[in-house]
C-alpha cells in the first residue's frame, strides 16, 4: 500500500472529551471518528487493526471446530421474552418497535437467537457437540458511554455458543474454547492473564475472564506470583484466619468518640490499628405477597474488619441474602438501631437483625465497633463474652495484597487489567427456558447443555493500546498492527535516486509476503516520523540520498531510542529477520 492511495489524517491535539491514552491516541491517528455518544466509525487505519484481530479470531476459531454463521442484529422480542431476559436486563438492552408496533430488540448478545437456531436444527445426540460462532455488530445502551471504544455502545463481539448432550461435555467444549483463547492472546502479542470469573447475569458456573494487564485497567486482577493461581476481584476468595481466636485480654467498654463516625477516624482518635476495627453494614431483604407487594422486611447485620471492603458478589450468596438484598433505608436503620448510621454495632439493638460476620471479624478478640449512641463506640468487643458467636460467617469481603493465596502456594498480589475475553459453561440456563432439547440413544428428550464464550473485538484495540503506548503515540505488537512496515523516504519528490529505491525495497517486501506501507507524501521527515510514531508502526526504515550514497538504510524499531543503519542491500532480509523473531 502506498501512503498516497491510503487514508492518513492524524491530528495534533485530541478531542477535549477523550480521557485515556487508546481514546486520545485513536482519535489523533485517524483510527475512529466520533458520530455519536458512545458510537464511532472506524476509519480506514483502525479498520485494518480490526480485520486483523478479526482473521486470528477467525483462524482459531476454526481450528478449534467452531462453525461460523451470521445473526441478526434486530431480534424479535418474543424470544427474550421466553429466556426472562426482555424485562431482567435493564435498560442496557435497547428496546425498539416497528412500524405494526411488534417488539425487537438490538442484540447486546445472540443466546437467544442461537438456542432457537439450537432447538430447531438439532434433534438427536449424534449432532452433537456443536459450536456456532459469529463475529457480529453488538449494541448496549450504556448510561454513561466513555473511554471511546473501551466502554462504548455500539461494538463488534465475536461470541461463540457450545451445545453438547451432557455437562462433562460441556465441560470439555469450554476447556476447548479455554485453550482456543490461550492461542488467540499470545497470537495478539499483549500481556494478559486469565482468570477465573463469577459468570454474573449470563449464568452458568465455570467461567474465565481474560484480562489484558494495563495500569488503566478498570477491573482489578488478583493473583499469586508463585503459582498459576489468578481470580477477578469479584471472585477470589479470601481465606479464613488460621485459629485459633486470640483469648479476650480487654473489658468491653463504651468510649466517647464524639464526630468520629468512620472506623479510621475512630481508629486515629484512640490511636490503635485500623484493622482492630469492624465496621457494620446494613442490608435488607423484601418478602413480597401474590400480588407483587412487600409483606415484610428482613434487616441484616454485615460485620467487616475497618480497612476490608465488601464484596457485593460474594454477598449476593449468602443464604437467605442470595435472592436479592439492597442496602437499608435511614429509617429501617434507627428503627432497629436506635442510631444513625455511623456509629452502628451488633450490640444493643432495638430489633432483632440477621448477623452475618466476615470469616476475618469471626476470629477477632477485642475489637471496637459501634455503640448504637451518637458519638460512642464500644471497645474491647469480644465473641462469647459479649455476644453470641456469630449466627452466619461467610466470605464477605475483597482480598488484598499480601492475603494468603487460596491454592496455599504464596501471598496475593493485584494488578490492573481489562477484559477482552469472557468464557462460560451455561448449563441448562437458556435450553430450558426455551425448550431446547434432543433426543439421546433410548429416544428420550434431554436439555442442551450449552457454553458460550465472546471475544471484544473492537474493545481489544483499545486495550493494547493501553497497554502500548508511550508519550509519542501507539506502538502497536506486529500481527495487529495496521502496517507492520513503513518506508520512509526522505525528498522522494525531489530526488529519483530516492524514489527508486523506495520503491525497489517497498516492492521487495510486498514480495516476500510483508505488510508494508511506502509514504509517498512528500512530507518533510520531521511530519512524516510523527505520522508513524503517532499510529504505532512498529517498525521503519528510512531511504535518503545520503544513506544511498553511503549504502545504508536507517532502520528503527517502534520501541527503540534510536536508529540502526543497515545495509542497503540487506535491508528487506533485516525486515523479514526483525518479523521473525
Known amino acids: 500500500m502506498k501512503a498516497s492511495r491510503f487514508f492518513v489524517s492524524t491530528l495534533k491535539e485530541a478531542p477535549t472529551d477523550a480521557e485515556v491514552a487508546s481514546h486520545r ?48 442484529v434486530v431480534q424479535p422480542a418474543e424470544l427474550w421474552q421466553e429466556s426472562g431476559r426482555f424485562e431482567k436486563m435493564g435498560p442496557e438492552l435497547l428496546r425498539i418497535k416497528d412500524r405494526h408496533e411488534r417488539d425487537y430488540v438490538v442484540q447486546p448478545t445472540s443466546e437467544e437467537v442461537v438456542t432457537d437456531i439450537a432447538r430447531q436444527e438439532i434433534r438427536s445426540y449424534k449432532q452433537l457437540p456443536r459450536n456456532f ?22 461494538f463488534t463481539m465475536k461470541d461463540a455458543y457450545s451445545f453438547d448432550r451432557d455437562l462433562a461435555g460441556a465441560k470439555a467444549s469450554y476447556q476447548n474454547m479455554a485453550q482456543a483463547y490461550r492461542r488467540i492472546f499470545d497470537r495478539f502479542g499483549l500481556t494478559y492473564r486469565a482468570v477465573a470469573a463469577d459468570s454474573g447475569a449470563i449464568g452458568g458456573d465455570m467461567s474465565e475472564e481474560f484480562q489484558v494487564i494495563a495500569a488503566t485497567g478498570e477491573d482489578a486482577i488478583v493473583y499469586c506470583p508463585d503459582s498459576n493461581y489468578a481470580a477477578n476481584m469479584e471472585k477470589a476468595e479470601a481465606m479464613p484466619p488460621a485459629g485459633p481466636r486470640p483469648a479476650a485480654s480487654n473489658p468491653l467498654a463504651k468510649t466517647p468518640t464524639p464526630g468520629k463516625s468512620t472506623c479510621e477516624d475512630v481508629a486515629q482518635l484512640l490511636g490503635v490499628p485500623l ?8 442490608l435488607a431483604t423484601d418478602t413480597l405477597d401474590a400480588a407483587g407487594n412487600i409483606a415484610g422486611v428482613q434487616v441484616w447485620l454485615l460485620l467487616l474488619r475497618g480497612d476490608h471492603d465488601m464484596n457485593e458478589i460474594k454477598v449476593g450468596k449468602v443464604p437467605g441474602l442470595d435472592a436479592g438484598f439492597r442496602f437499608a433505608s435511614v429509617g429501617e436503620i434507627e428503627a432497629h438501631f436506635g442510631c444513625k448510621p455511623g456509629y452502628l454495632g451488633p450490640l444493643n439493638t432495638k430489633k432483632p437483625v440477621r448477623l452475618v460476620a466476615d470469616r476475618e471479624v469471626a476470629m477477632m478478640a477485642d475489637w471496637i465497633t459501634g455503640a448504637n449512641e451518637l458519638d460512642f463506640h464500644m471497645t474491647g468487643v469480644n465473641w462469647g463474652r459479649d455476644l453470641p458467636e456469630p449466627e452466619l460467617v461467610a466470605d464477605l469481603r475483597n482480598v488484598v495484597a499480601g492475603d494468603p493465596s487460596p491454592d496455599g502456594k504464596g501471598l496475593l498480589a493485584i494488578e490492573r487489567g481489562i477484559e477482552v475475553g469472557h468464557v462460560f459453561v451455561l448449563g441448562t440456563k437458556y435450553s430450558k427456558d426455551m ?45 495487529i498492527a495496521p502496517f507492520t512496515v513503513v518506508v520512509c523516504p526522505i525528498g522522494m519528490d525531489r530526488s529519483a535516486d530516492v524514489k527508486a529505491a523506495a520503491e525497489a525495497l517497498y516492492e521487495e517486501l510486498r514480495g516476500a509476503g510483508v505488510d508494508v506501507l511506502l509514504d509517498d507524501r512528500g512530507e518533510r521527515p520531521g511530519a512524516m516520523f510523527a505520522d508513524w510514531e503517532l499510529i504505532g508502526v512498529p517498525h521503519r526504515i528510512v531511504v535518503s ?7 545504508q538504510y536507517e532502520y528503527q524499531h517502534r520501541r527503540d531510542t534510536a536508529a540502526t543503519k543497515v545495509p542497503s542491500a540487506e535491508a528487506a532480509a533485516h525486515i523479514r529477520a526483525k518479523l521473525a523473531a
Open 133 to 154: 460462532y459469529q463475529i457480529q455488530t453488538k449494541f448496549r445502551d450504556e448510561r454513561r458511554p466513555r473511554f471511546g471504544l473501551m466502554r462504548g455502545r455500539e
Open 25 to 72: 491516541l485513536m482519535m489523533r491517528a485517524g483510527m475512529i471518528k466520533k458520530l455519536g455518544a458512545g458510537v464511532y466509525t472506524y476509519m480506514p487505519m483502525g479498520l485494518r487493526v480490526i480485520r486483523k484481530v478479526e482473521a486470528i479470531v477467525r483462524e482459531e476459531m476454526d481450528r478449534a471446530g467452531a462453525v461460523e454463521l451470521t445473526m441478526p
Open 545 to 551: 540520498d545520503r544513506g544511498i550514497k553511503e549504502g
Open 275 to 282: 484493622a482492630t476495627t469492624v465496621k457494620s453494614l446494613v
Open 435 to 479: 425448550n431446547a432439547t434432543f433426543l439421546d440413544e433410548g429416544g428420550k428428550p434431554q436439555f442442551l447443555e450449552m457454553g458460550c464464550y465472546g471475544i471484544g473485538i473492537t474493545r481489544l484495540p483499545a486495550a493494547a493500546i493501553e497497554q502500548n503506548h508511550d508519550e509519542r503515540g501507539i506502538i502497536w505488537p506486529d500481527a
